[in-house]
């Protein structure tokens, strides 16, 4: 009899769940939904936003693809996303396109994409032009001799092409020319960071957030590479991230608050964490 | 069905034993019929897991890889695509216009996976000597195991023992300015390959059998006349499919290469400088797949890459199989 009791307790409880999950996928499927597509650099700075921003509003679904700048370009005149992530500035060609939908792309700087030149701490040279980094990763200079450091062959080391810091260095440094064959190349800024601070004649490239006691980051152009001056411009080898719209959001909306979420000390936080230096300063 | 519990008293007797008809009914044969079959089905199945592992990775290799050629549209692209291949060292696939020169990754697995053999294969060859026929067999009891335990070892704990190791070593006592180039990755690479040239070529060498050395030695020859002149060229297919395996080993190897060749683009000038950075194909797939956007050009020439590994490995590995077999008829006697 007992027995009998709980089974249909149980039947009960059962049938009450199911119905909740019923009604929870009801509630799932309404949700309110955020779709950002674009570039691989920018890319993590919009997941991290994304995972907040979901963790305070649990009706919003937001989905953030990397498929590159020119994706989000063109899924974004497309209306296939929302916001479009990008590491440049929209073509002329892109916005035209913009344009003739009828609306205008706007760009909302979230974070600045700074790179440091680094040696080795025991390395004389403190500072370069781009000139000569660009001559060096070009096979023009290859001893440290001709930069007045002492003599000894220089052993360049790039990121791999398809990252972000690659990008960066061959977009305002490279200008486009190709880097020697002979530059080695590693996957990560660690491992960038083990190479060149174990290797005496090596120069390398690295995110801000890499550059310790155990590596030096040169001067460029005679700017030192720090927070202030990679946020204010003035150190030349650094870009802005960008987060573009359709037109400027209405003012509270969501995508509003997701495009200005790097203005608030949180949205700052996550800029940092990833590597890159916020435009805010709290 | 006499069997019995232990606890079980005596039931029925022996006469119930042999009370059940000899015939199968037609259920009970159907049955047998059915279950055999499915059973020999599943086996089946289980058994080809592996082989259909195998054929969909290479229809899903080259899948991935064919619109690296056709996305030019015409023959002539395809070809030129084909030409630029494997007649160019530039490789610059990010750069605009992007170049997919793959000779000198083809040169950079070469001079890594030849160098490795080269030192390799004397070492462990001699090590098997060493096993077989040399130490007593106490000492080849722990000595095997411990040769064997090298293979355990992860290949990213060699990666990190050549970068933070091995190249500060090069550059500090030899002078390089680099550390991490082909002689680093070939000198790990040896290492890593000497298990499994050591582990087959002892095993070729112990199955010539001991009548062959006892017959060598009533003819009077020495030990070392034995060896040399008898055993090792008995156990020869053997000792060849051993390097071609070893081989195999380096030239499929990528956390190392990656971590220790430097990844420069570059065929060495000098040819036989083995202390400049090199890229093996490996290498390159392992570093630039993560980060490329995926359908891209480049997204598929790293495939086109890959689907030129896999024939390379799918040669050798015929070769090796076909040795083997030899080595296994002919009781490594031929």
């Given at each position: 009899m007992n027995a009998r009791r709980v089974s249909i307790l149980m039947t009960g409880l059962l049938a009450g769940l199911a119905a909740c999950a019923a009604a929870g996928a009801l509630f799932a499927a309404a949700k309110e939904t955020l779709t950002v597509q674009g570039s691989t650099t920018v890319g993590p700075i919009a997941d991290a936003f994304a995972e907040a921003f979901m963790r305070k509003n649990p009706d919003l679904a937001i989905t953030v693809t990397k498929t590159g700048s020119g994706d989000g370009a063109k899924a974004l005149v497309d209306g296939q996303c929302d916001v479009a992530a990008m590491s440049r500035f929209m073509k002329d060609k892109e916005y035209k396109a913009a344009i003739e939908k009828g609306f205008l792309p706007v760009a909302h700087v979230v974070a600045m994409d700074g790179v440091c030149v680094v040696v080795h701490?025991?390395?004389?040279?403190s500072e370069l032009t781009t000139e000569q980094i660009k001559a060096v990763y070009m096979g023009k200079i290859t001893n440290w001799k001709d930069l007045g450091g002492a003599d000894q062959k220089i052993v360049p080391i790039s990121r791999d092409t398809s990252s972000g810091t690659y990008e960066v260095m061959n977009e305002l440094v490279m200008g486009g020319d190709k880097m020697d064959p002979g530059v080695e190349y590693v996957t990560s800024n660690p491992d960038k960071h083990k190479r060149v601070s174990t290797t005496p004649a090596a120069i390398g490239y690295v995110g801000l957030g890499f550059v310790d006691e155990k590596v030096k980051a040169l001067k460029v152009n005679g700017i030192v590479p720090n927070r202030r001056t990679i946020a204010s411009g003035e150190y030349p080898i650094a870009r802005p991230l960008f987060l573009w719209t359709r037109n400027f959001p209405e003012l509270g909306s969501t995508i509003h608050r997701f495009v200005t979420f790097h203005l608030s000390e949180e949205g700052q936080e996550i800029v940092e964490a990833k590597g890159f230096v916020p435009v805010t300063n709290y | 069905m006499a069997r019995m519990a232990?606890?079980?008293?005596?039931?029925?007797?022996?006469a119930a034993v042999f009370d059940r008809p000899l015939l199968l009914t037609a259920r009970q044969d159907l049955v047998g019929y059915v279950s055999s079959v499915t059973g020999r089905a599943v086996l089946f199945l289980v058994a080809a897991t592996s082989v259909l592992a195998v054929l969909l990775i290479f229809t899903f290799i080259i899948k991935e890889a064919i619109p690296f050629f056709t996305e030019g549209g015409t023959l002539s692209a395809a070809l030129g695509r084909l030409a630029e291949v494997f007649g160019s060292t530039q490789w610059y696939p990010e750069q605009d216009p992007a170049e997919f020169g793959m000779l000198s990754l083809l040169a950079g697995s070469f001079y890594v996976t030849f160098a490795a053999v080269v030192v390799a294969v004397p070492l462990g060859l001699l090590t098997a000597v060493c096993l077989s026929d040399i130490f007593p067999f106490n000492v080849r009891q722990v000595a095997k195991p411990v040769v064997e335990l090298l293979a355990a070892i992860p290949s990213v704990a060699y990666g990190f023992f050549a970068v933070m190791i091995v190249a500060p070593w090069m550059q500090g006592?030899?002078?390089?300015?680099?550390?991490?180039?082909a002689l680093n990755a070939s000198i790990i690479l040896a290492v890593m390959a000497v298990p499994t040239i050591v582990s087959v070529s002892e095993d070729a060498l112990t199955a010539t059998g001991r009548s062959l050395r006892e017959g060598s030695y009533a003819l009077g020859a020495t030990r070392a006349e034995t060896l040399v002149r008898v055993v090792i060229p008995a156990a020869h297919n053997g000792i060849i499919a051993a390097v071609i395996l070893g081989m195999m080993r380096a030239i499929g190897e990528t956390m190392v290469v990656w971590m220790a060749a430097g990844n420069a683009a570059q065929i060495p000038s000098p040819w036989w400088d083995l202390t400049q950075s090199v890229r093996t194909m490996t290498a390159t797939i392992a570093g630039e797949m993560?980060?490329?956007?995926?359908?891209?050009t480049h997204y598929h020439s790293l495939f086109t890459i890959g689907l030129i590994l896999l024939v390379f490995t799918f040669i050798l590995n015929t070769v090796t199989e076909w040795l083997l077999g030899r080595m296994r008829h002919g009781g490594g006697r031929t």
């Open positions: 701490p025991s390395n004389p040279v | 232990p606890g079980e008293t005596q039931g029925p007797g022996p006592h030899l002078g390089l300015p680099s550390g991490t180039n993560g980060e490329t956007v995926h359908g891209s």
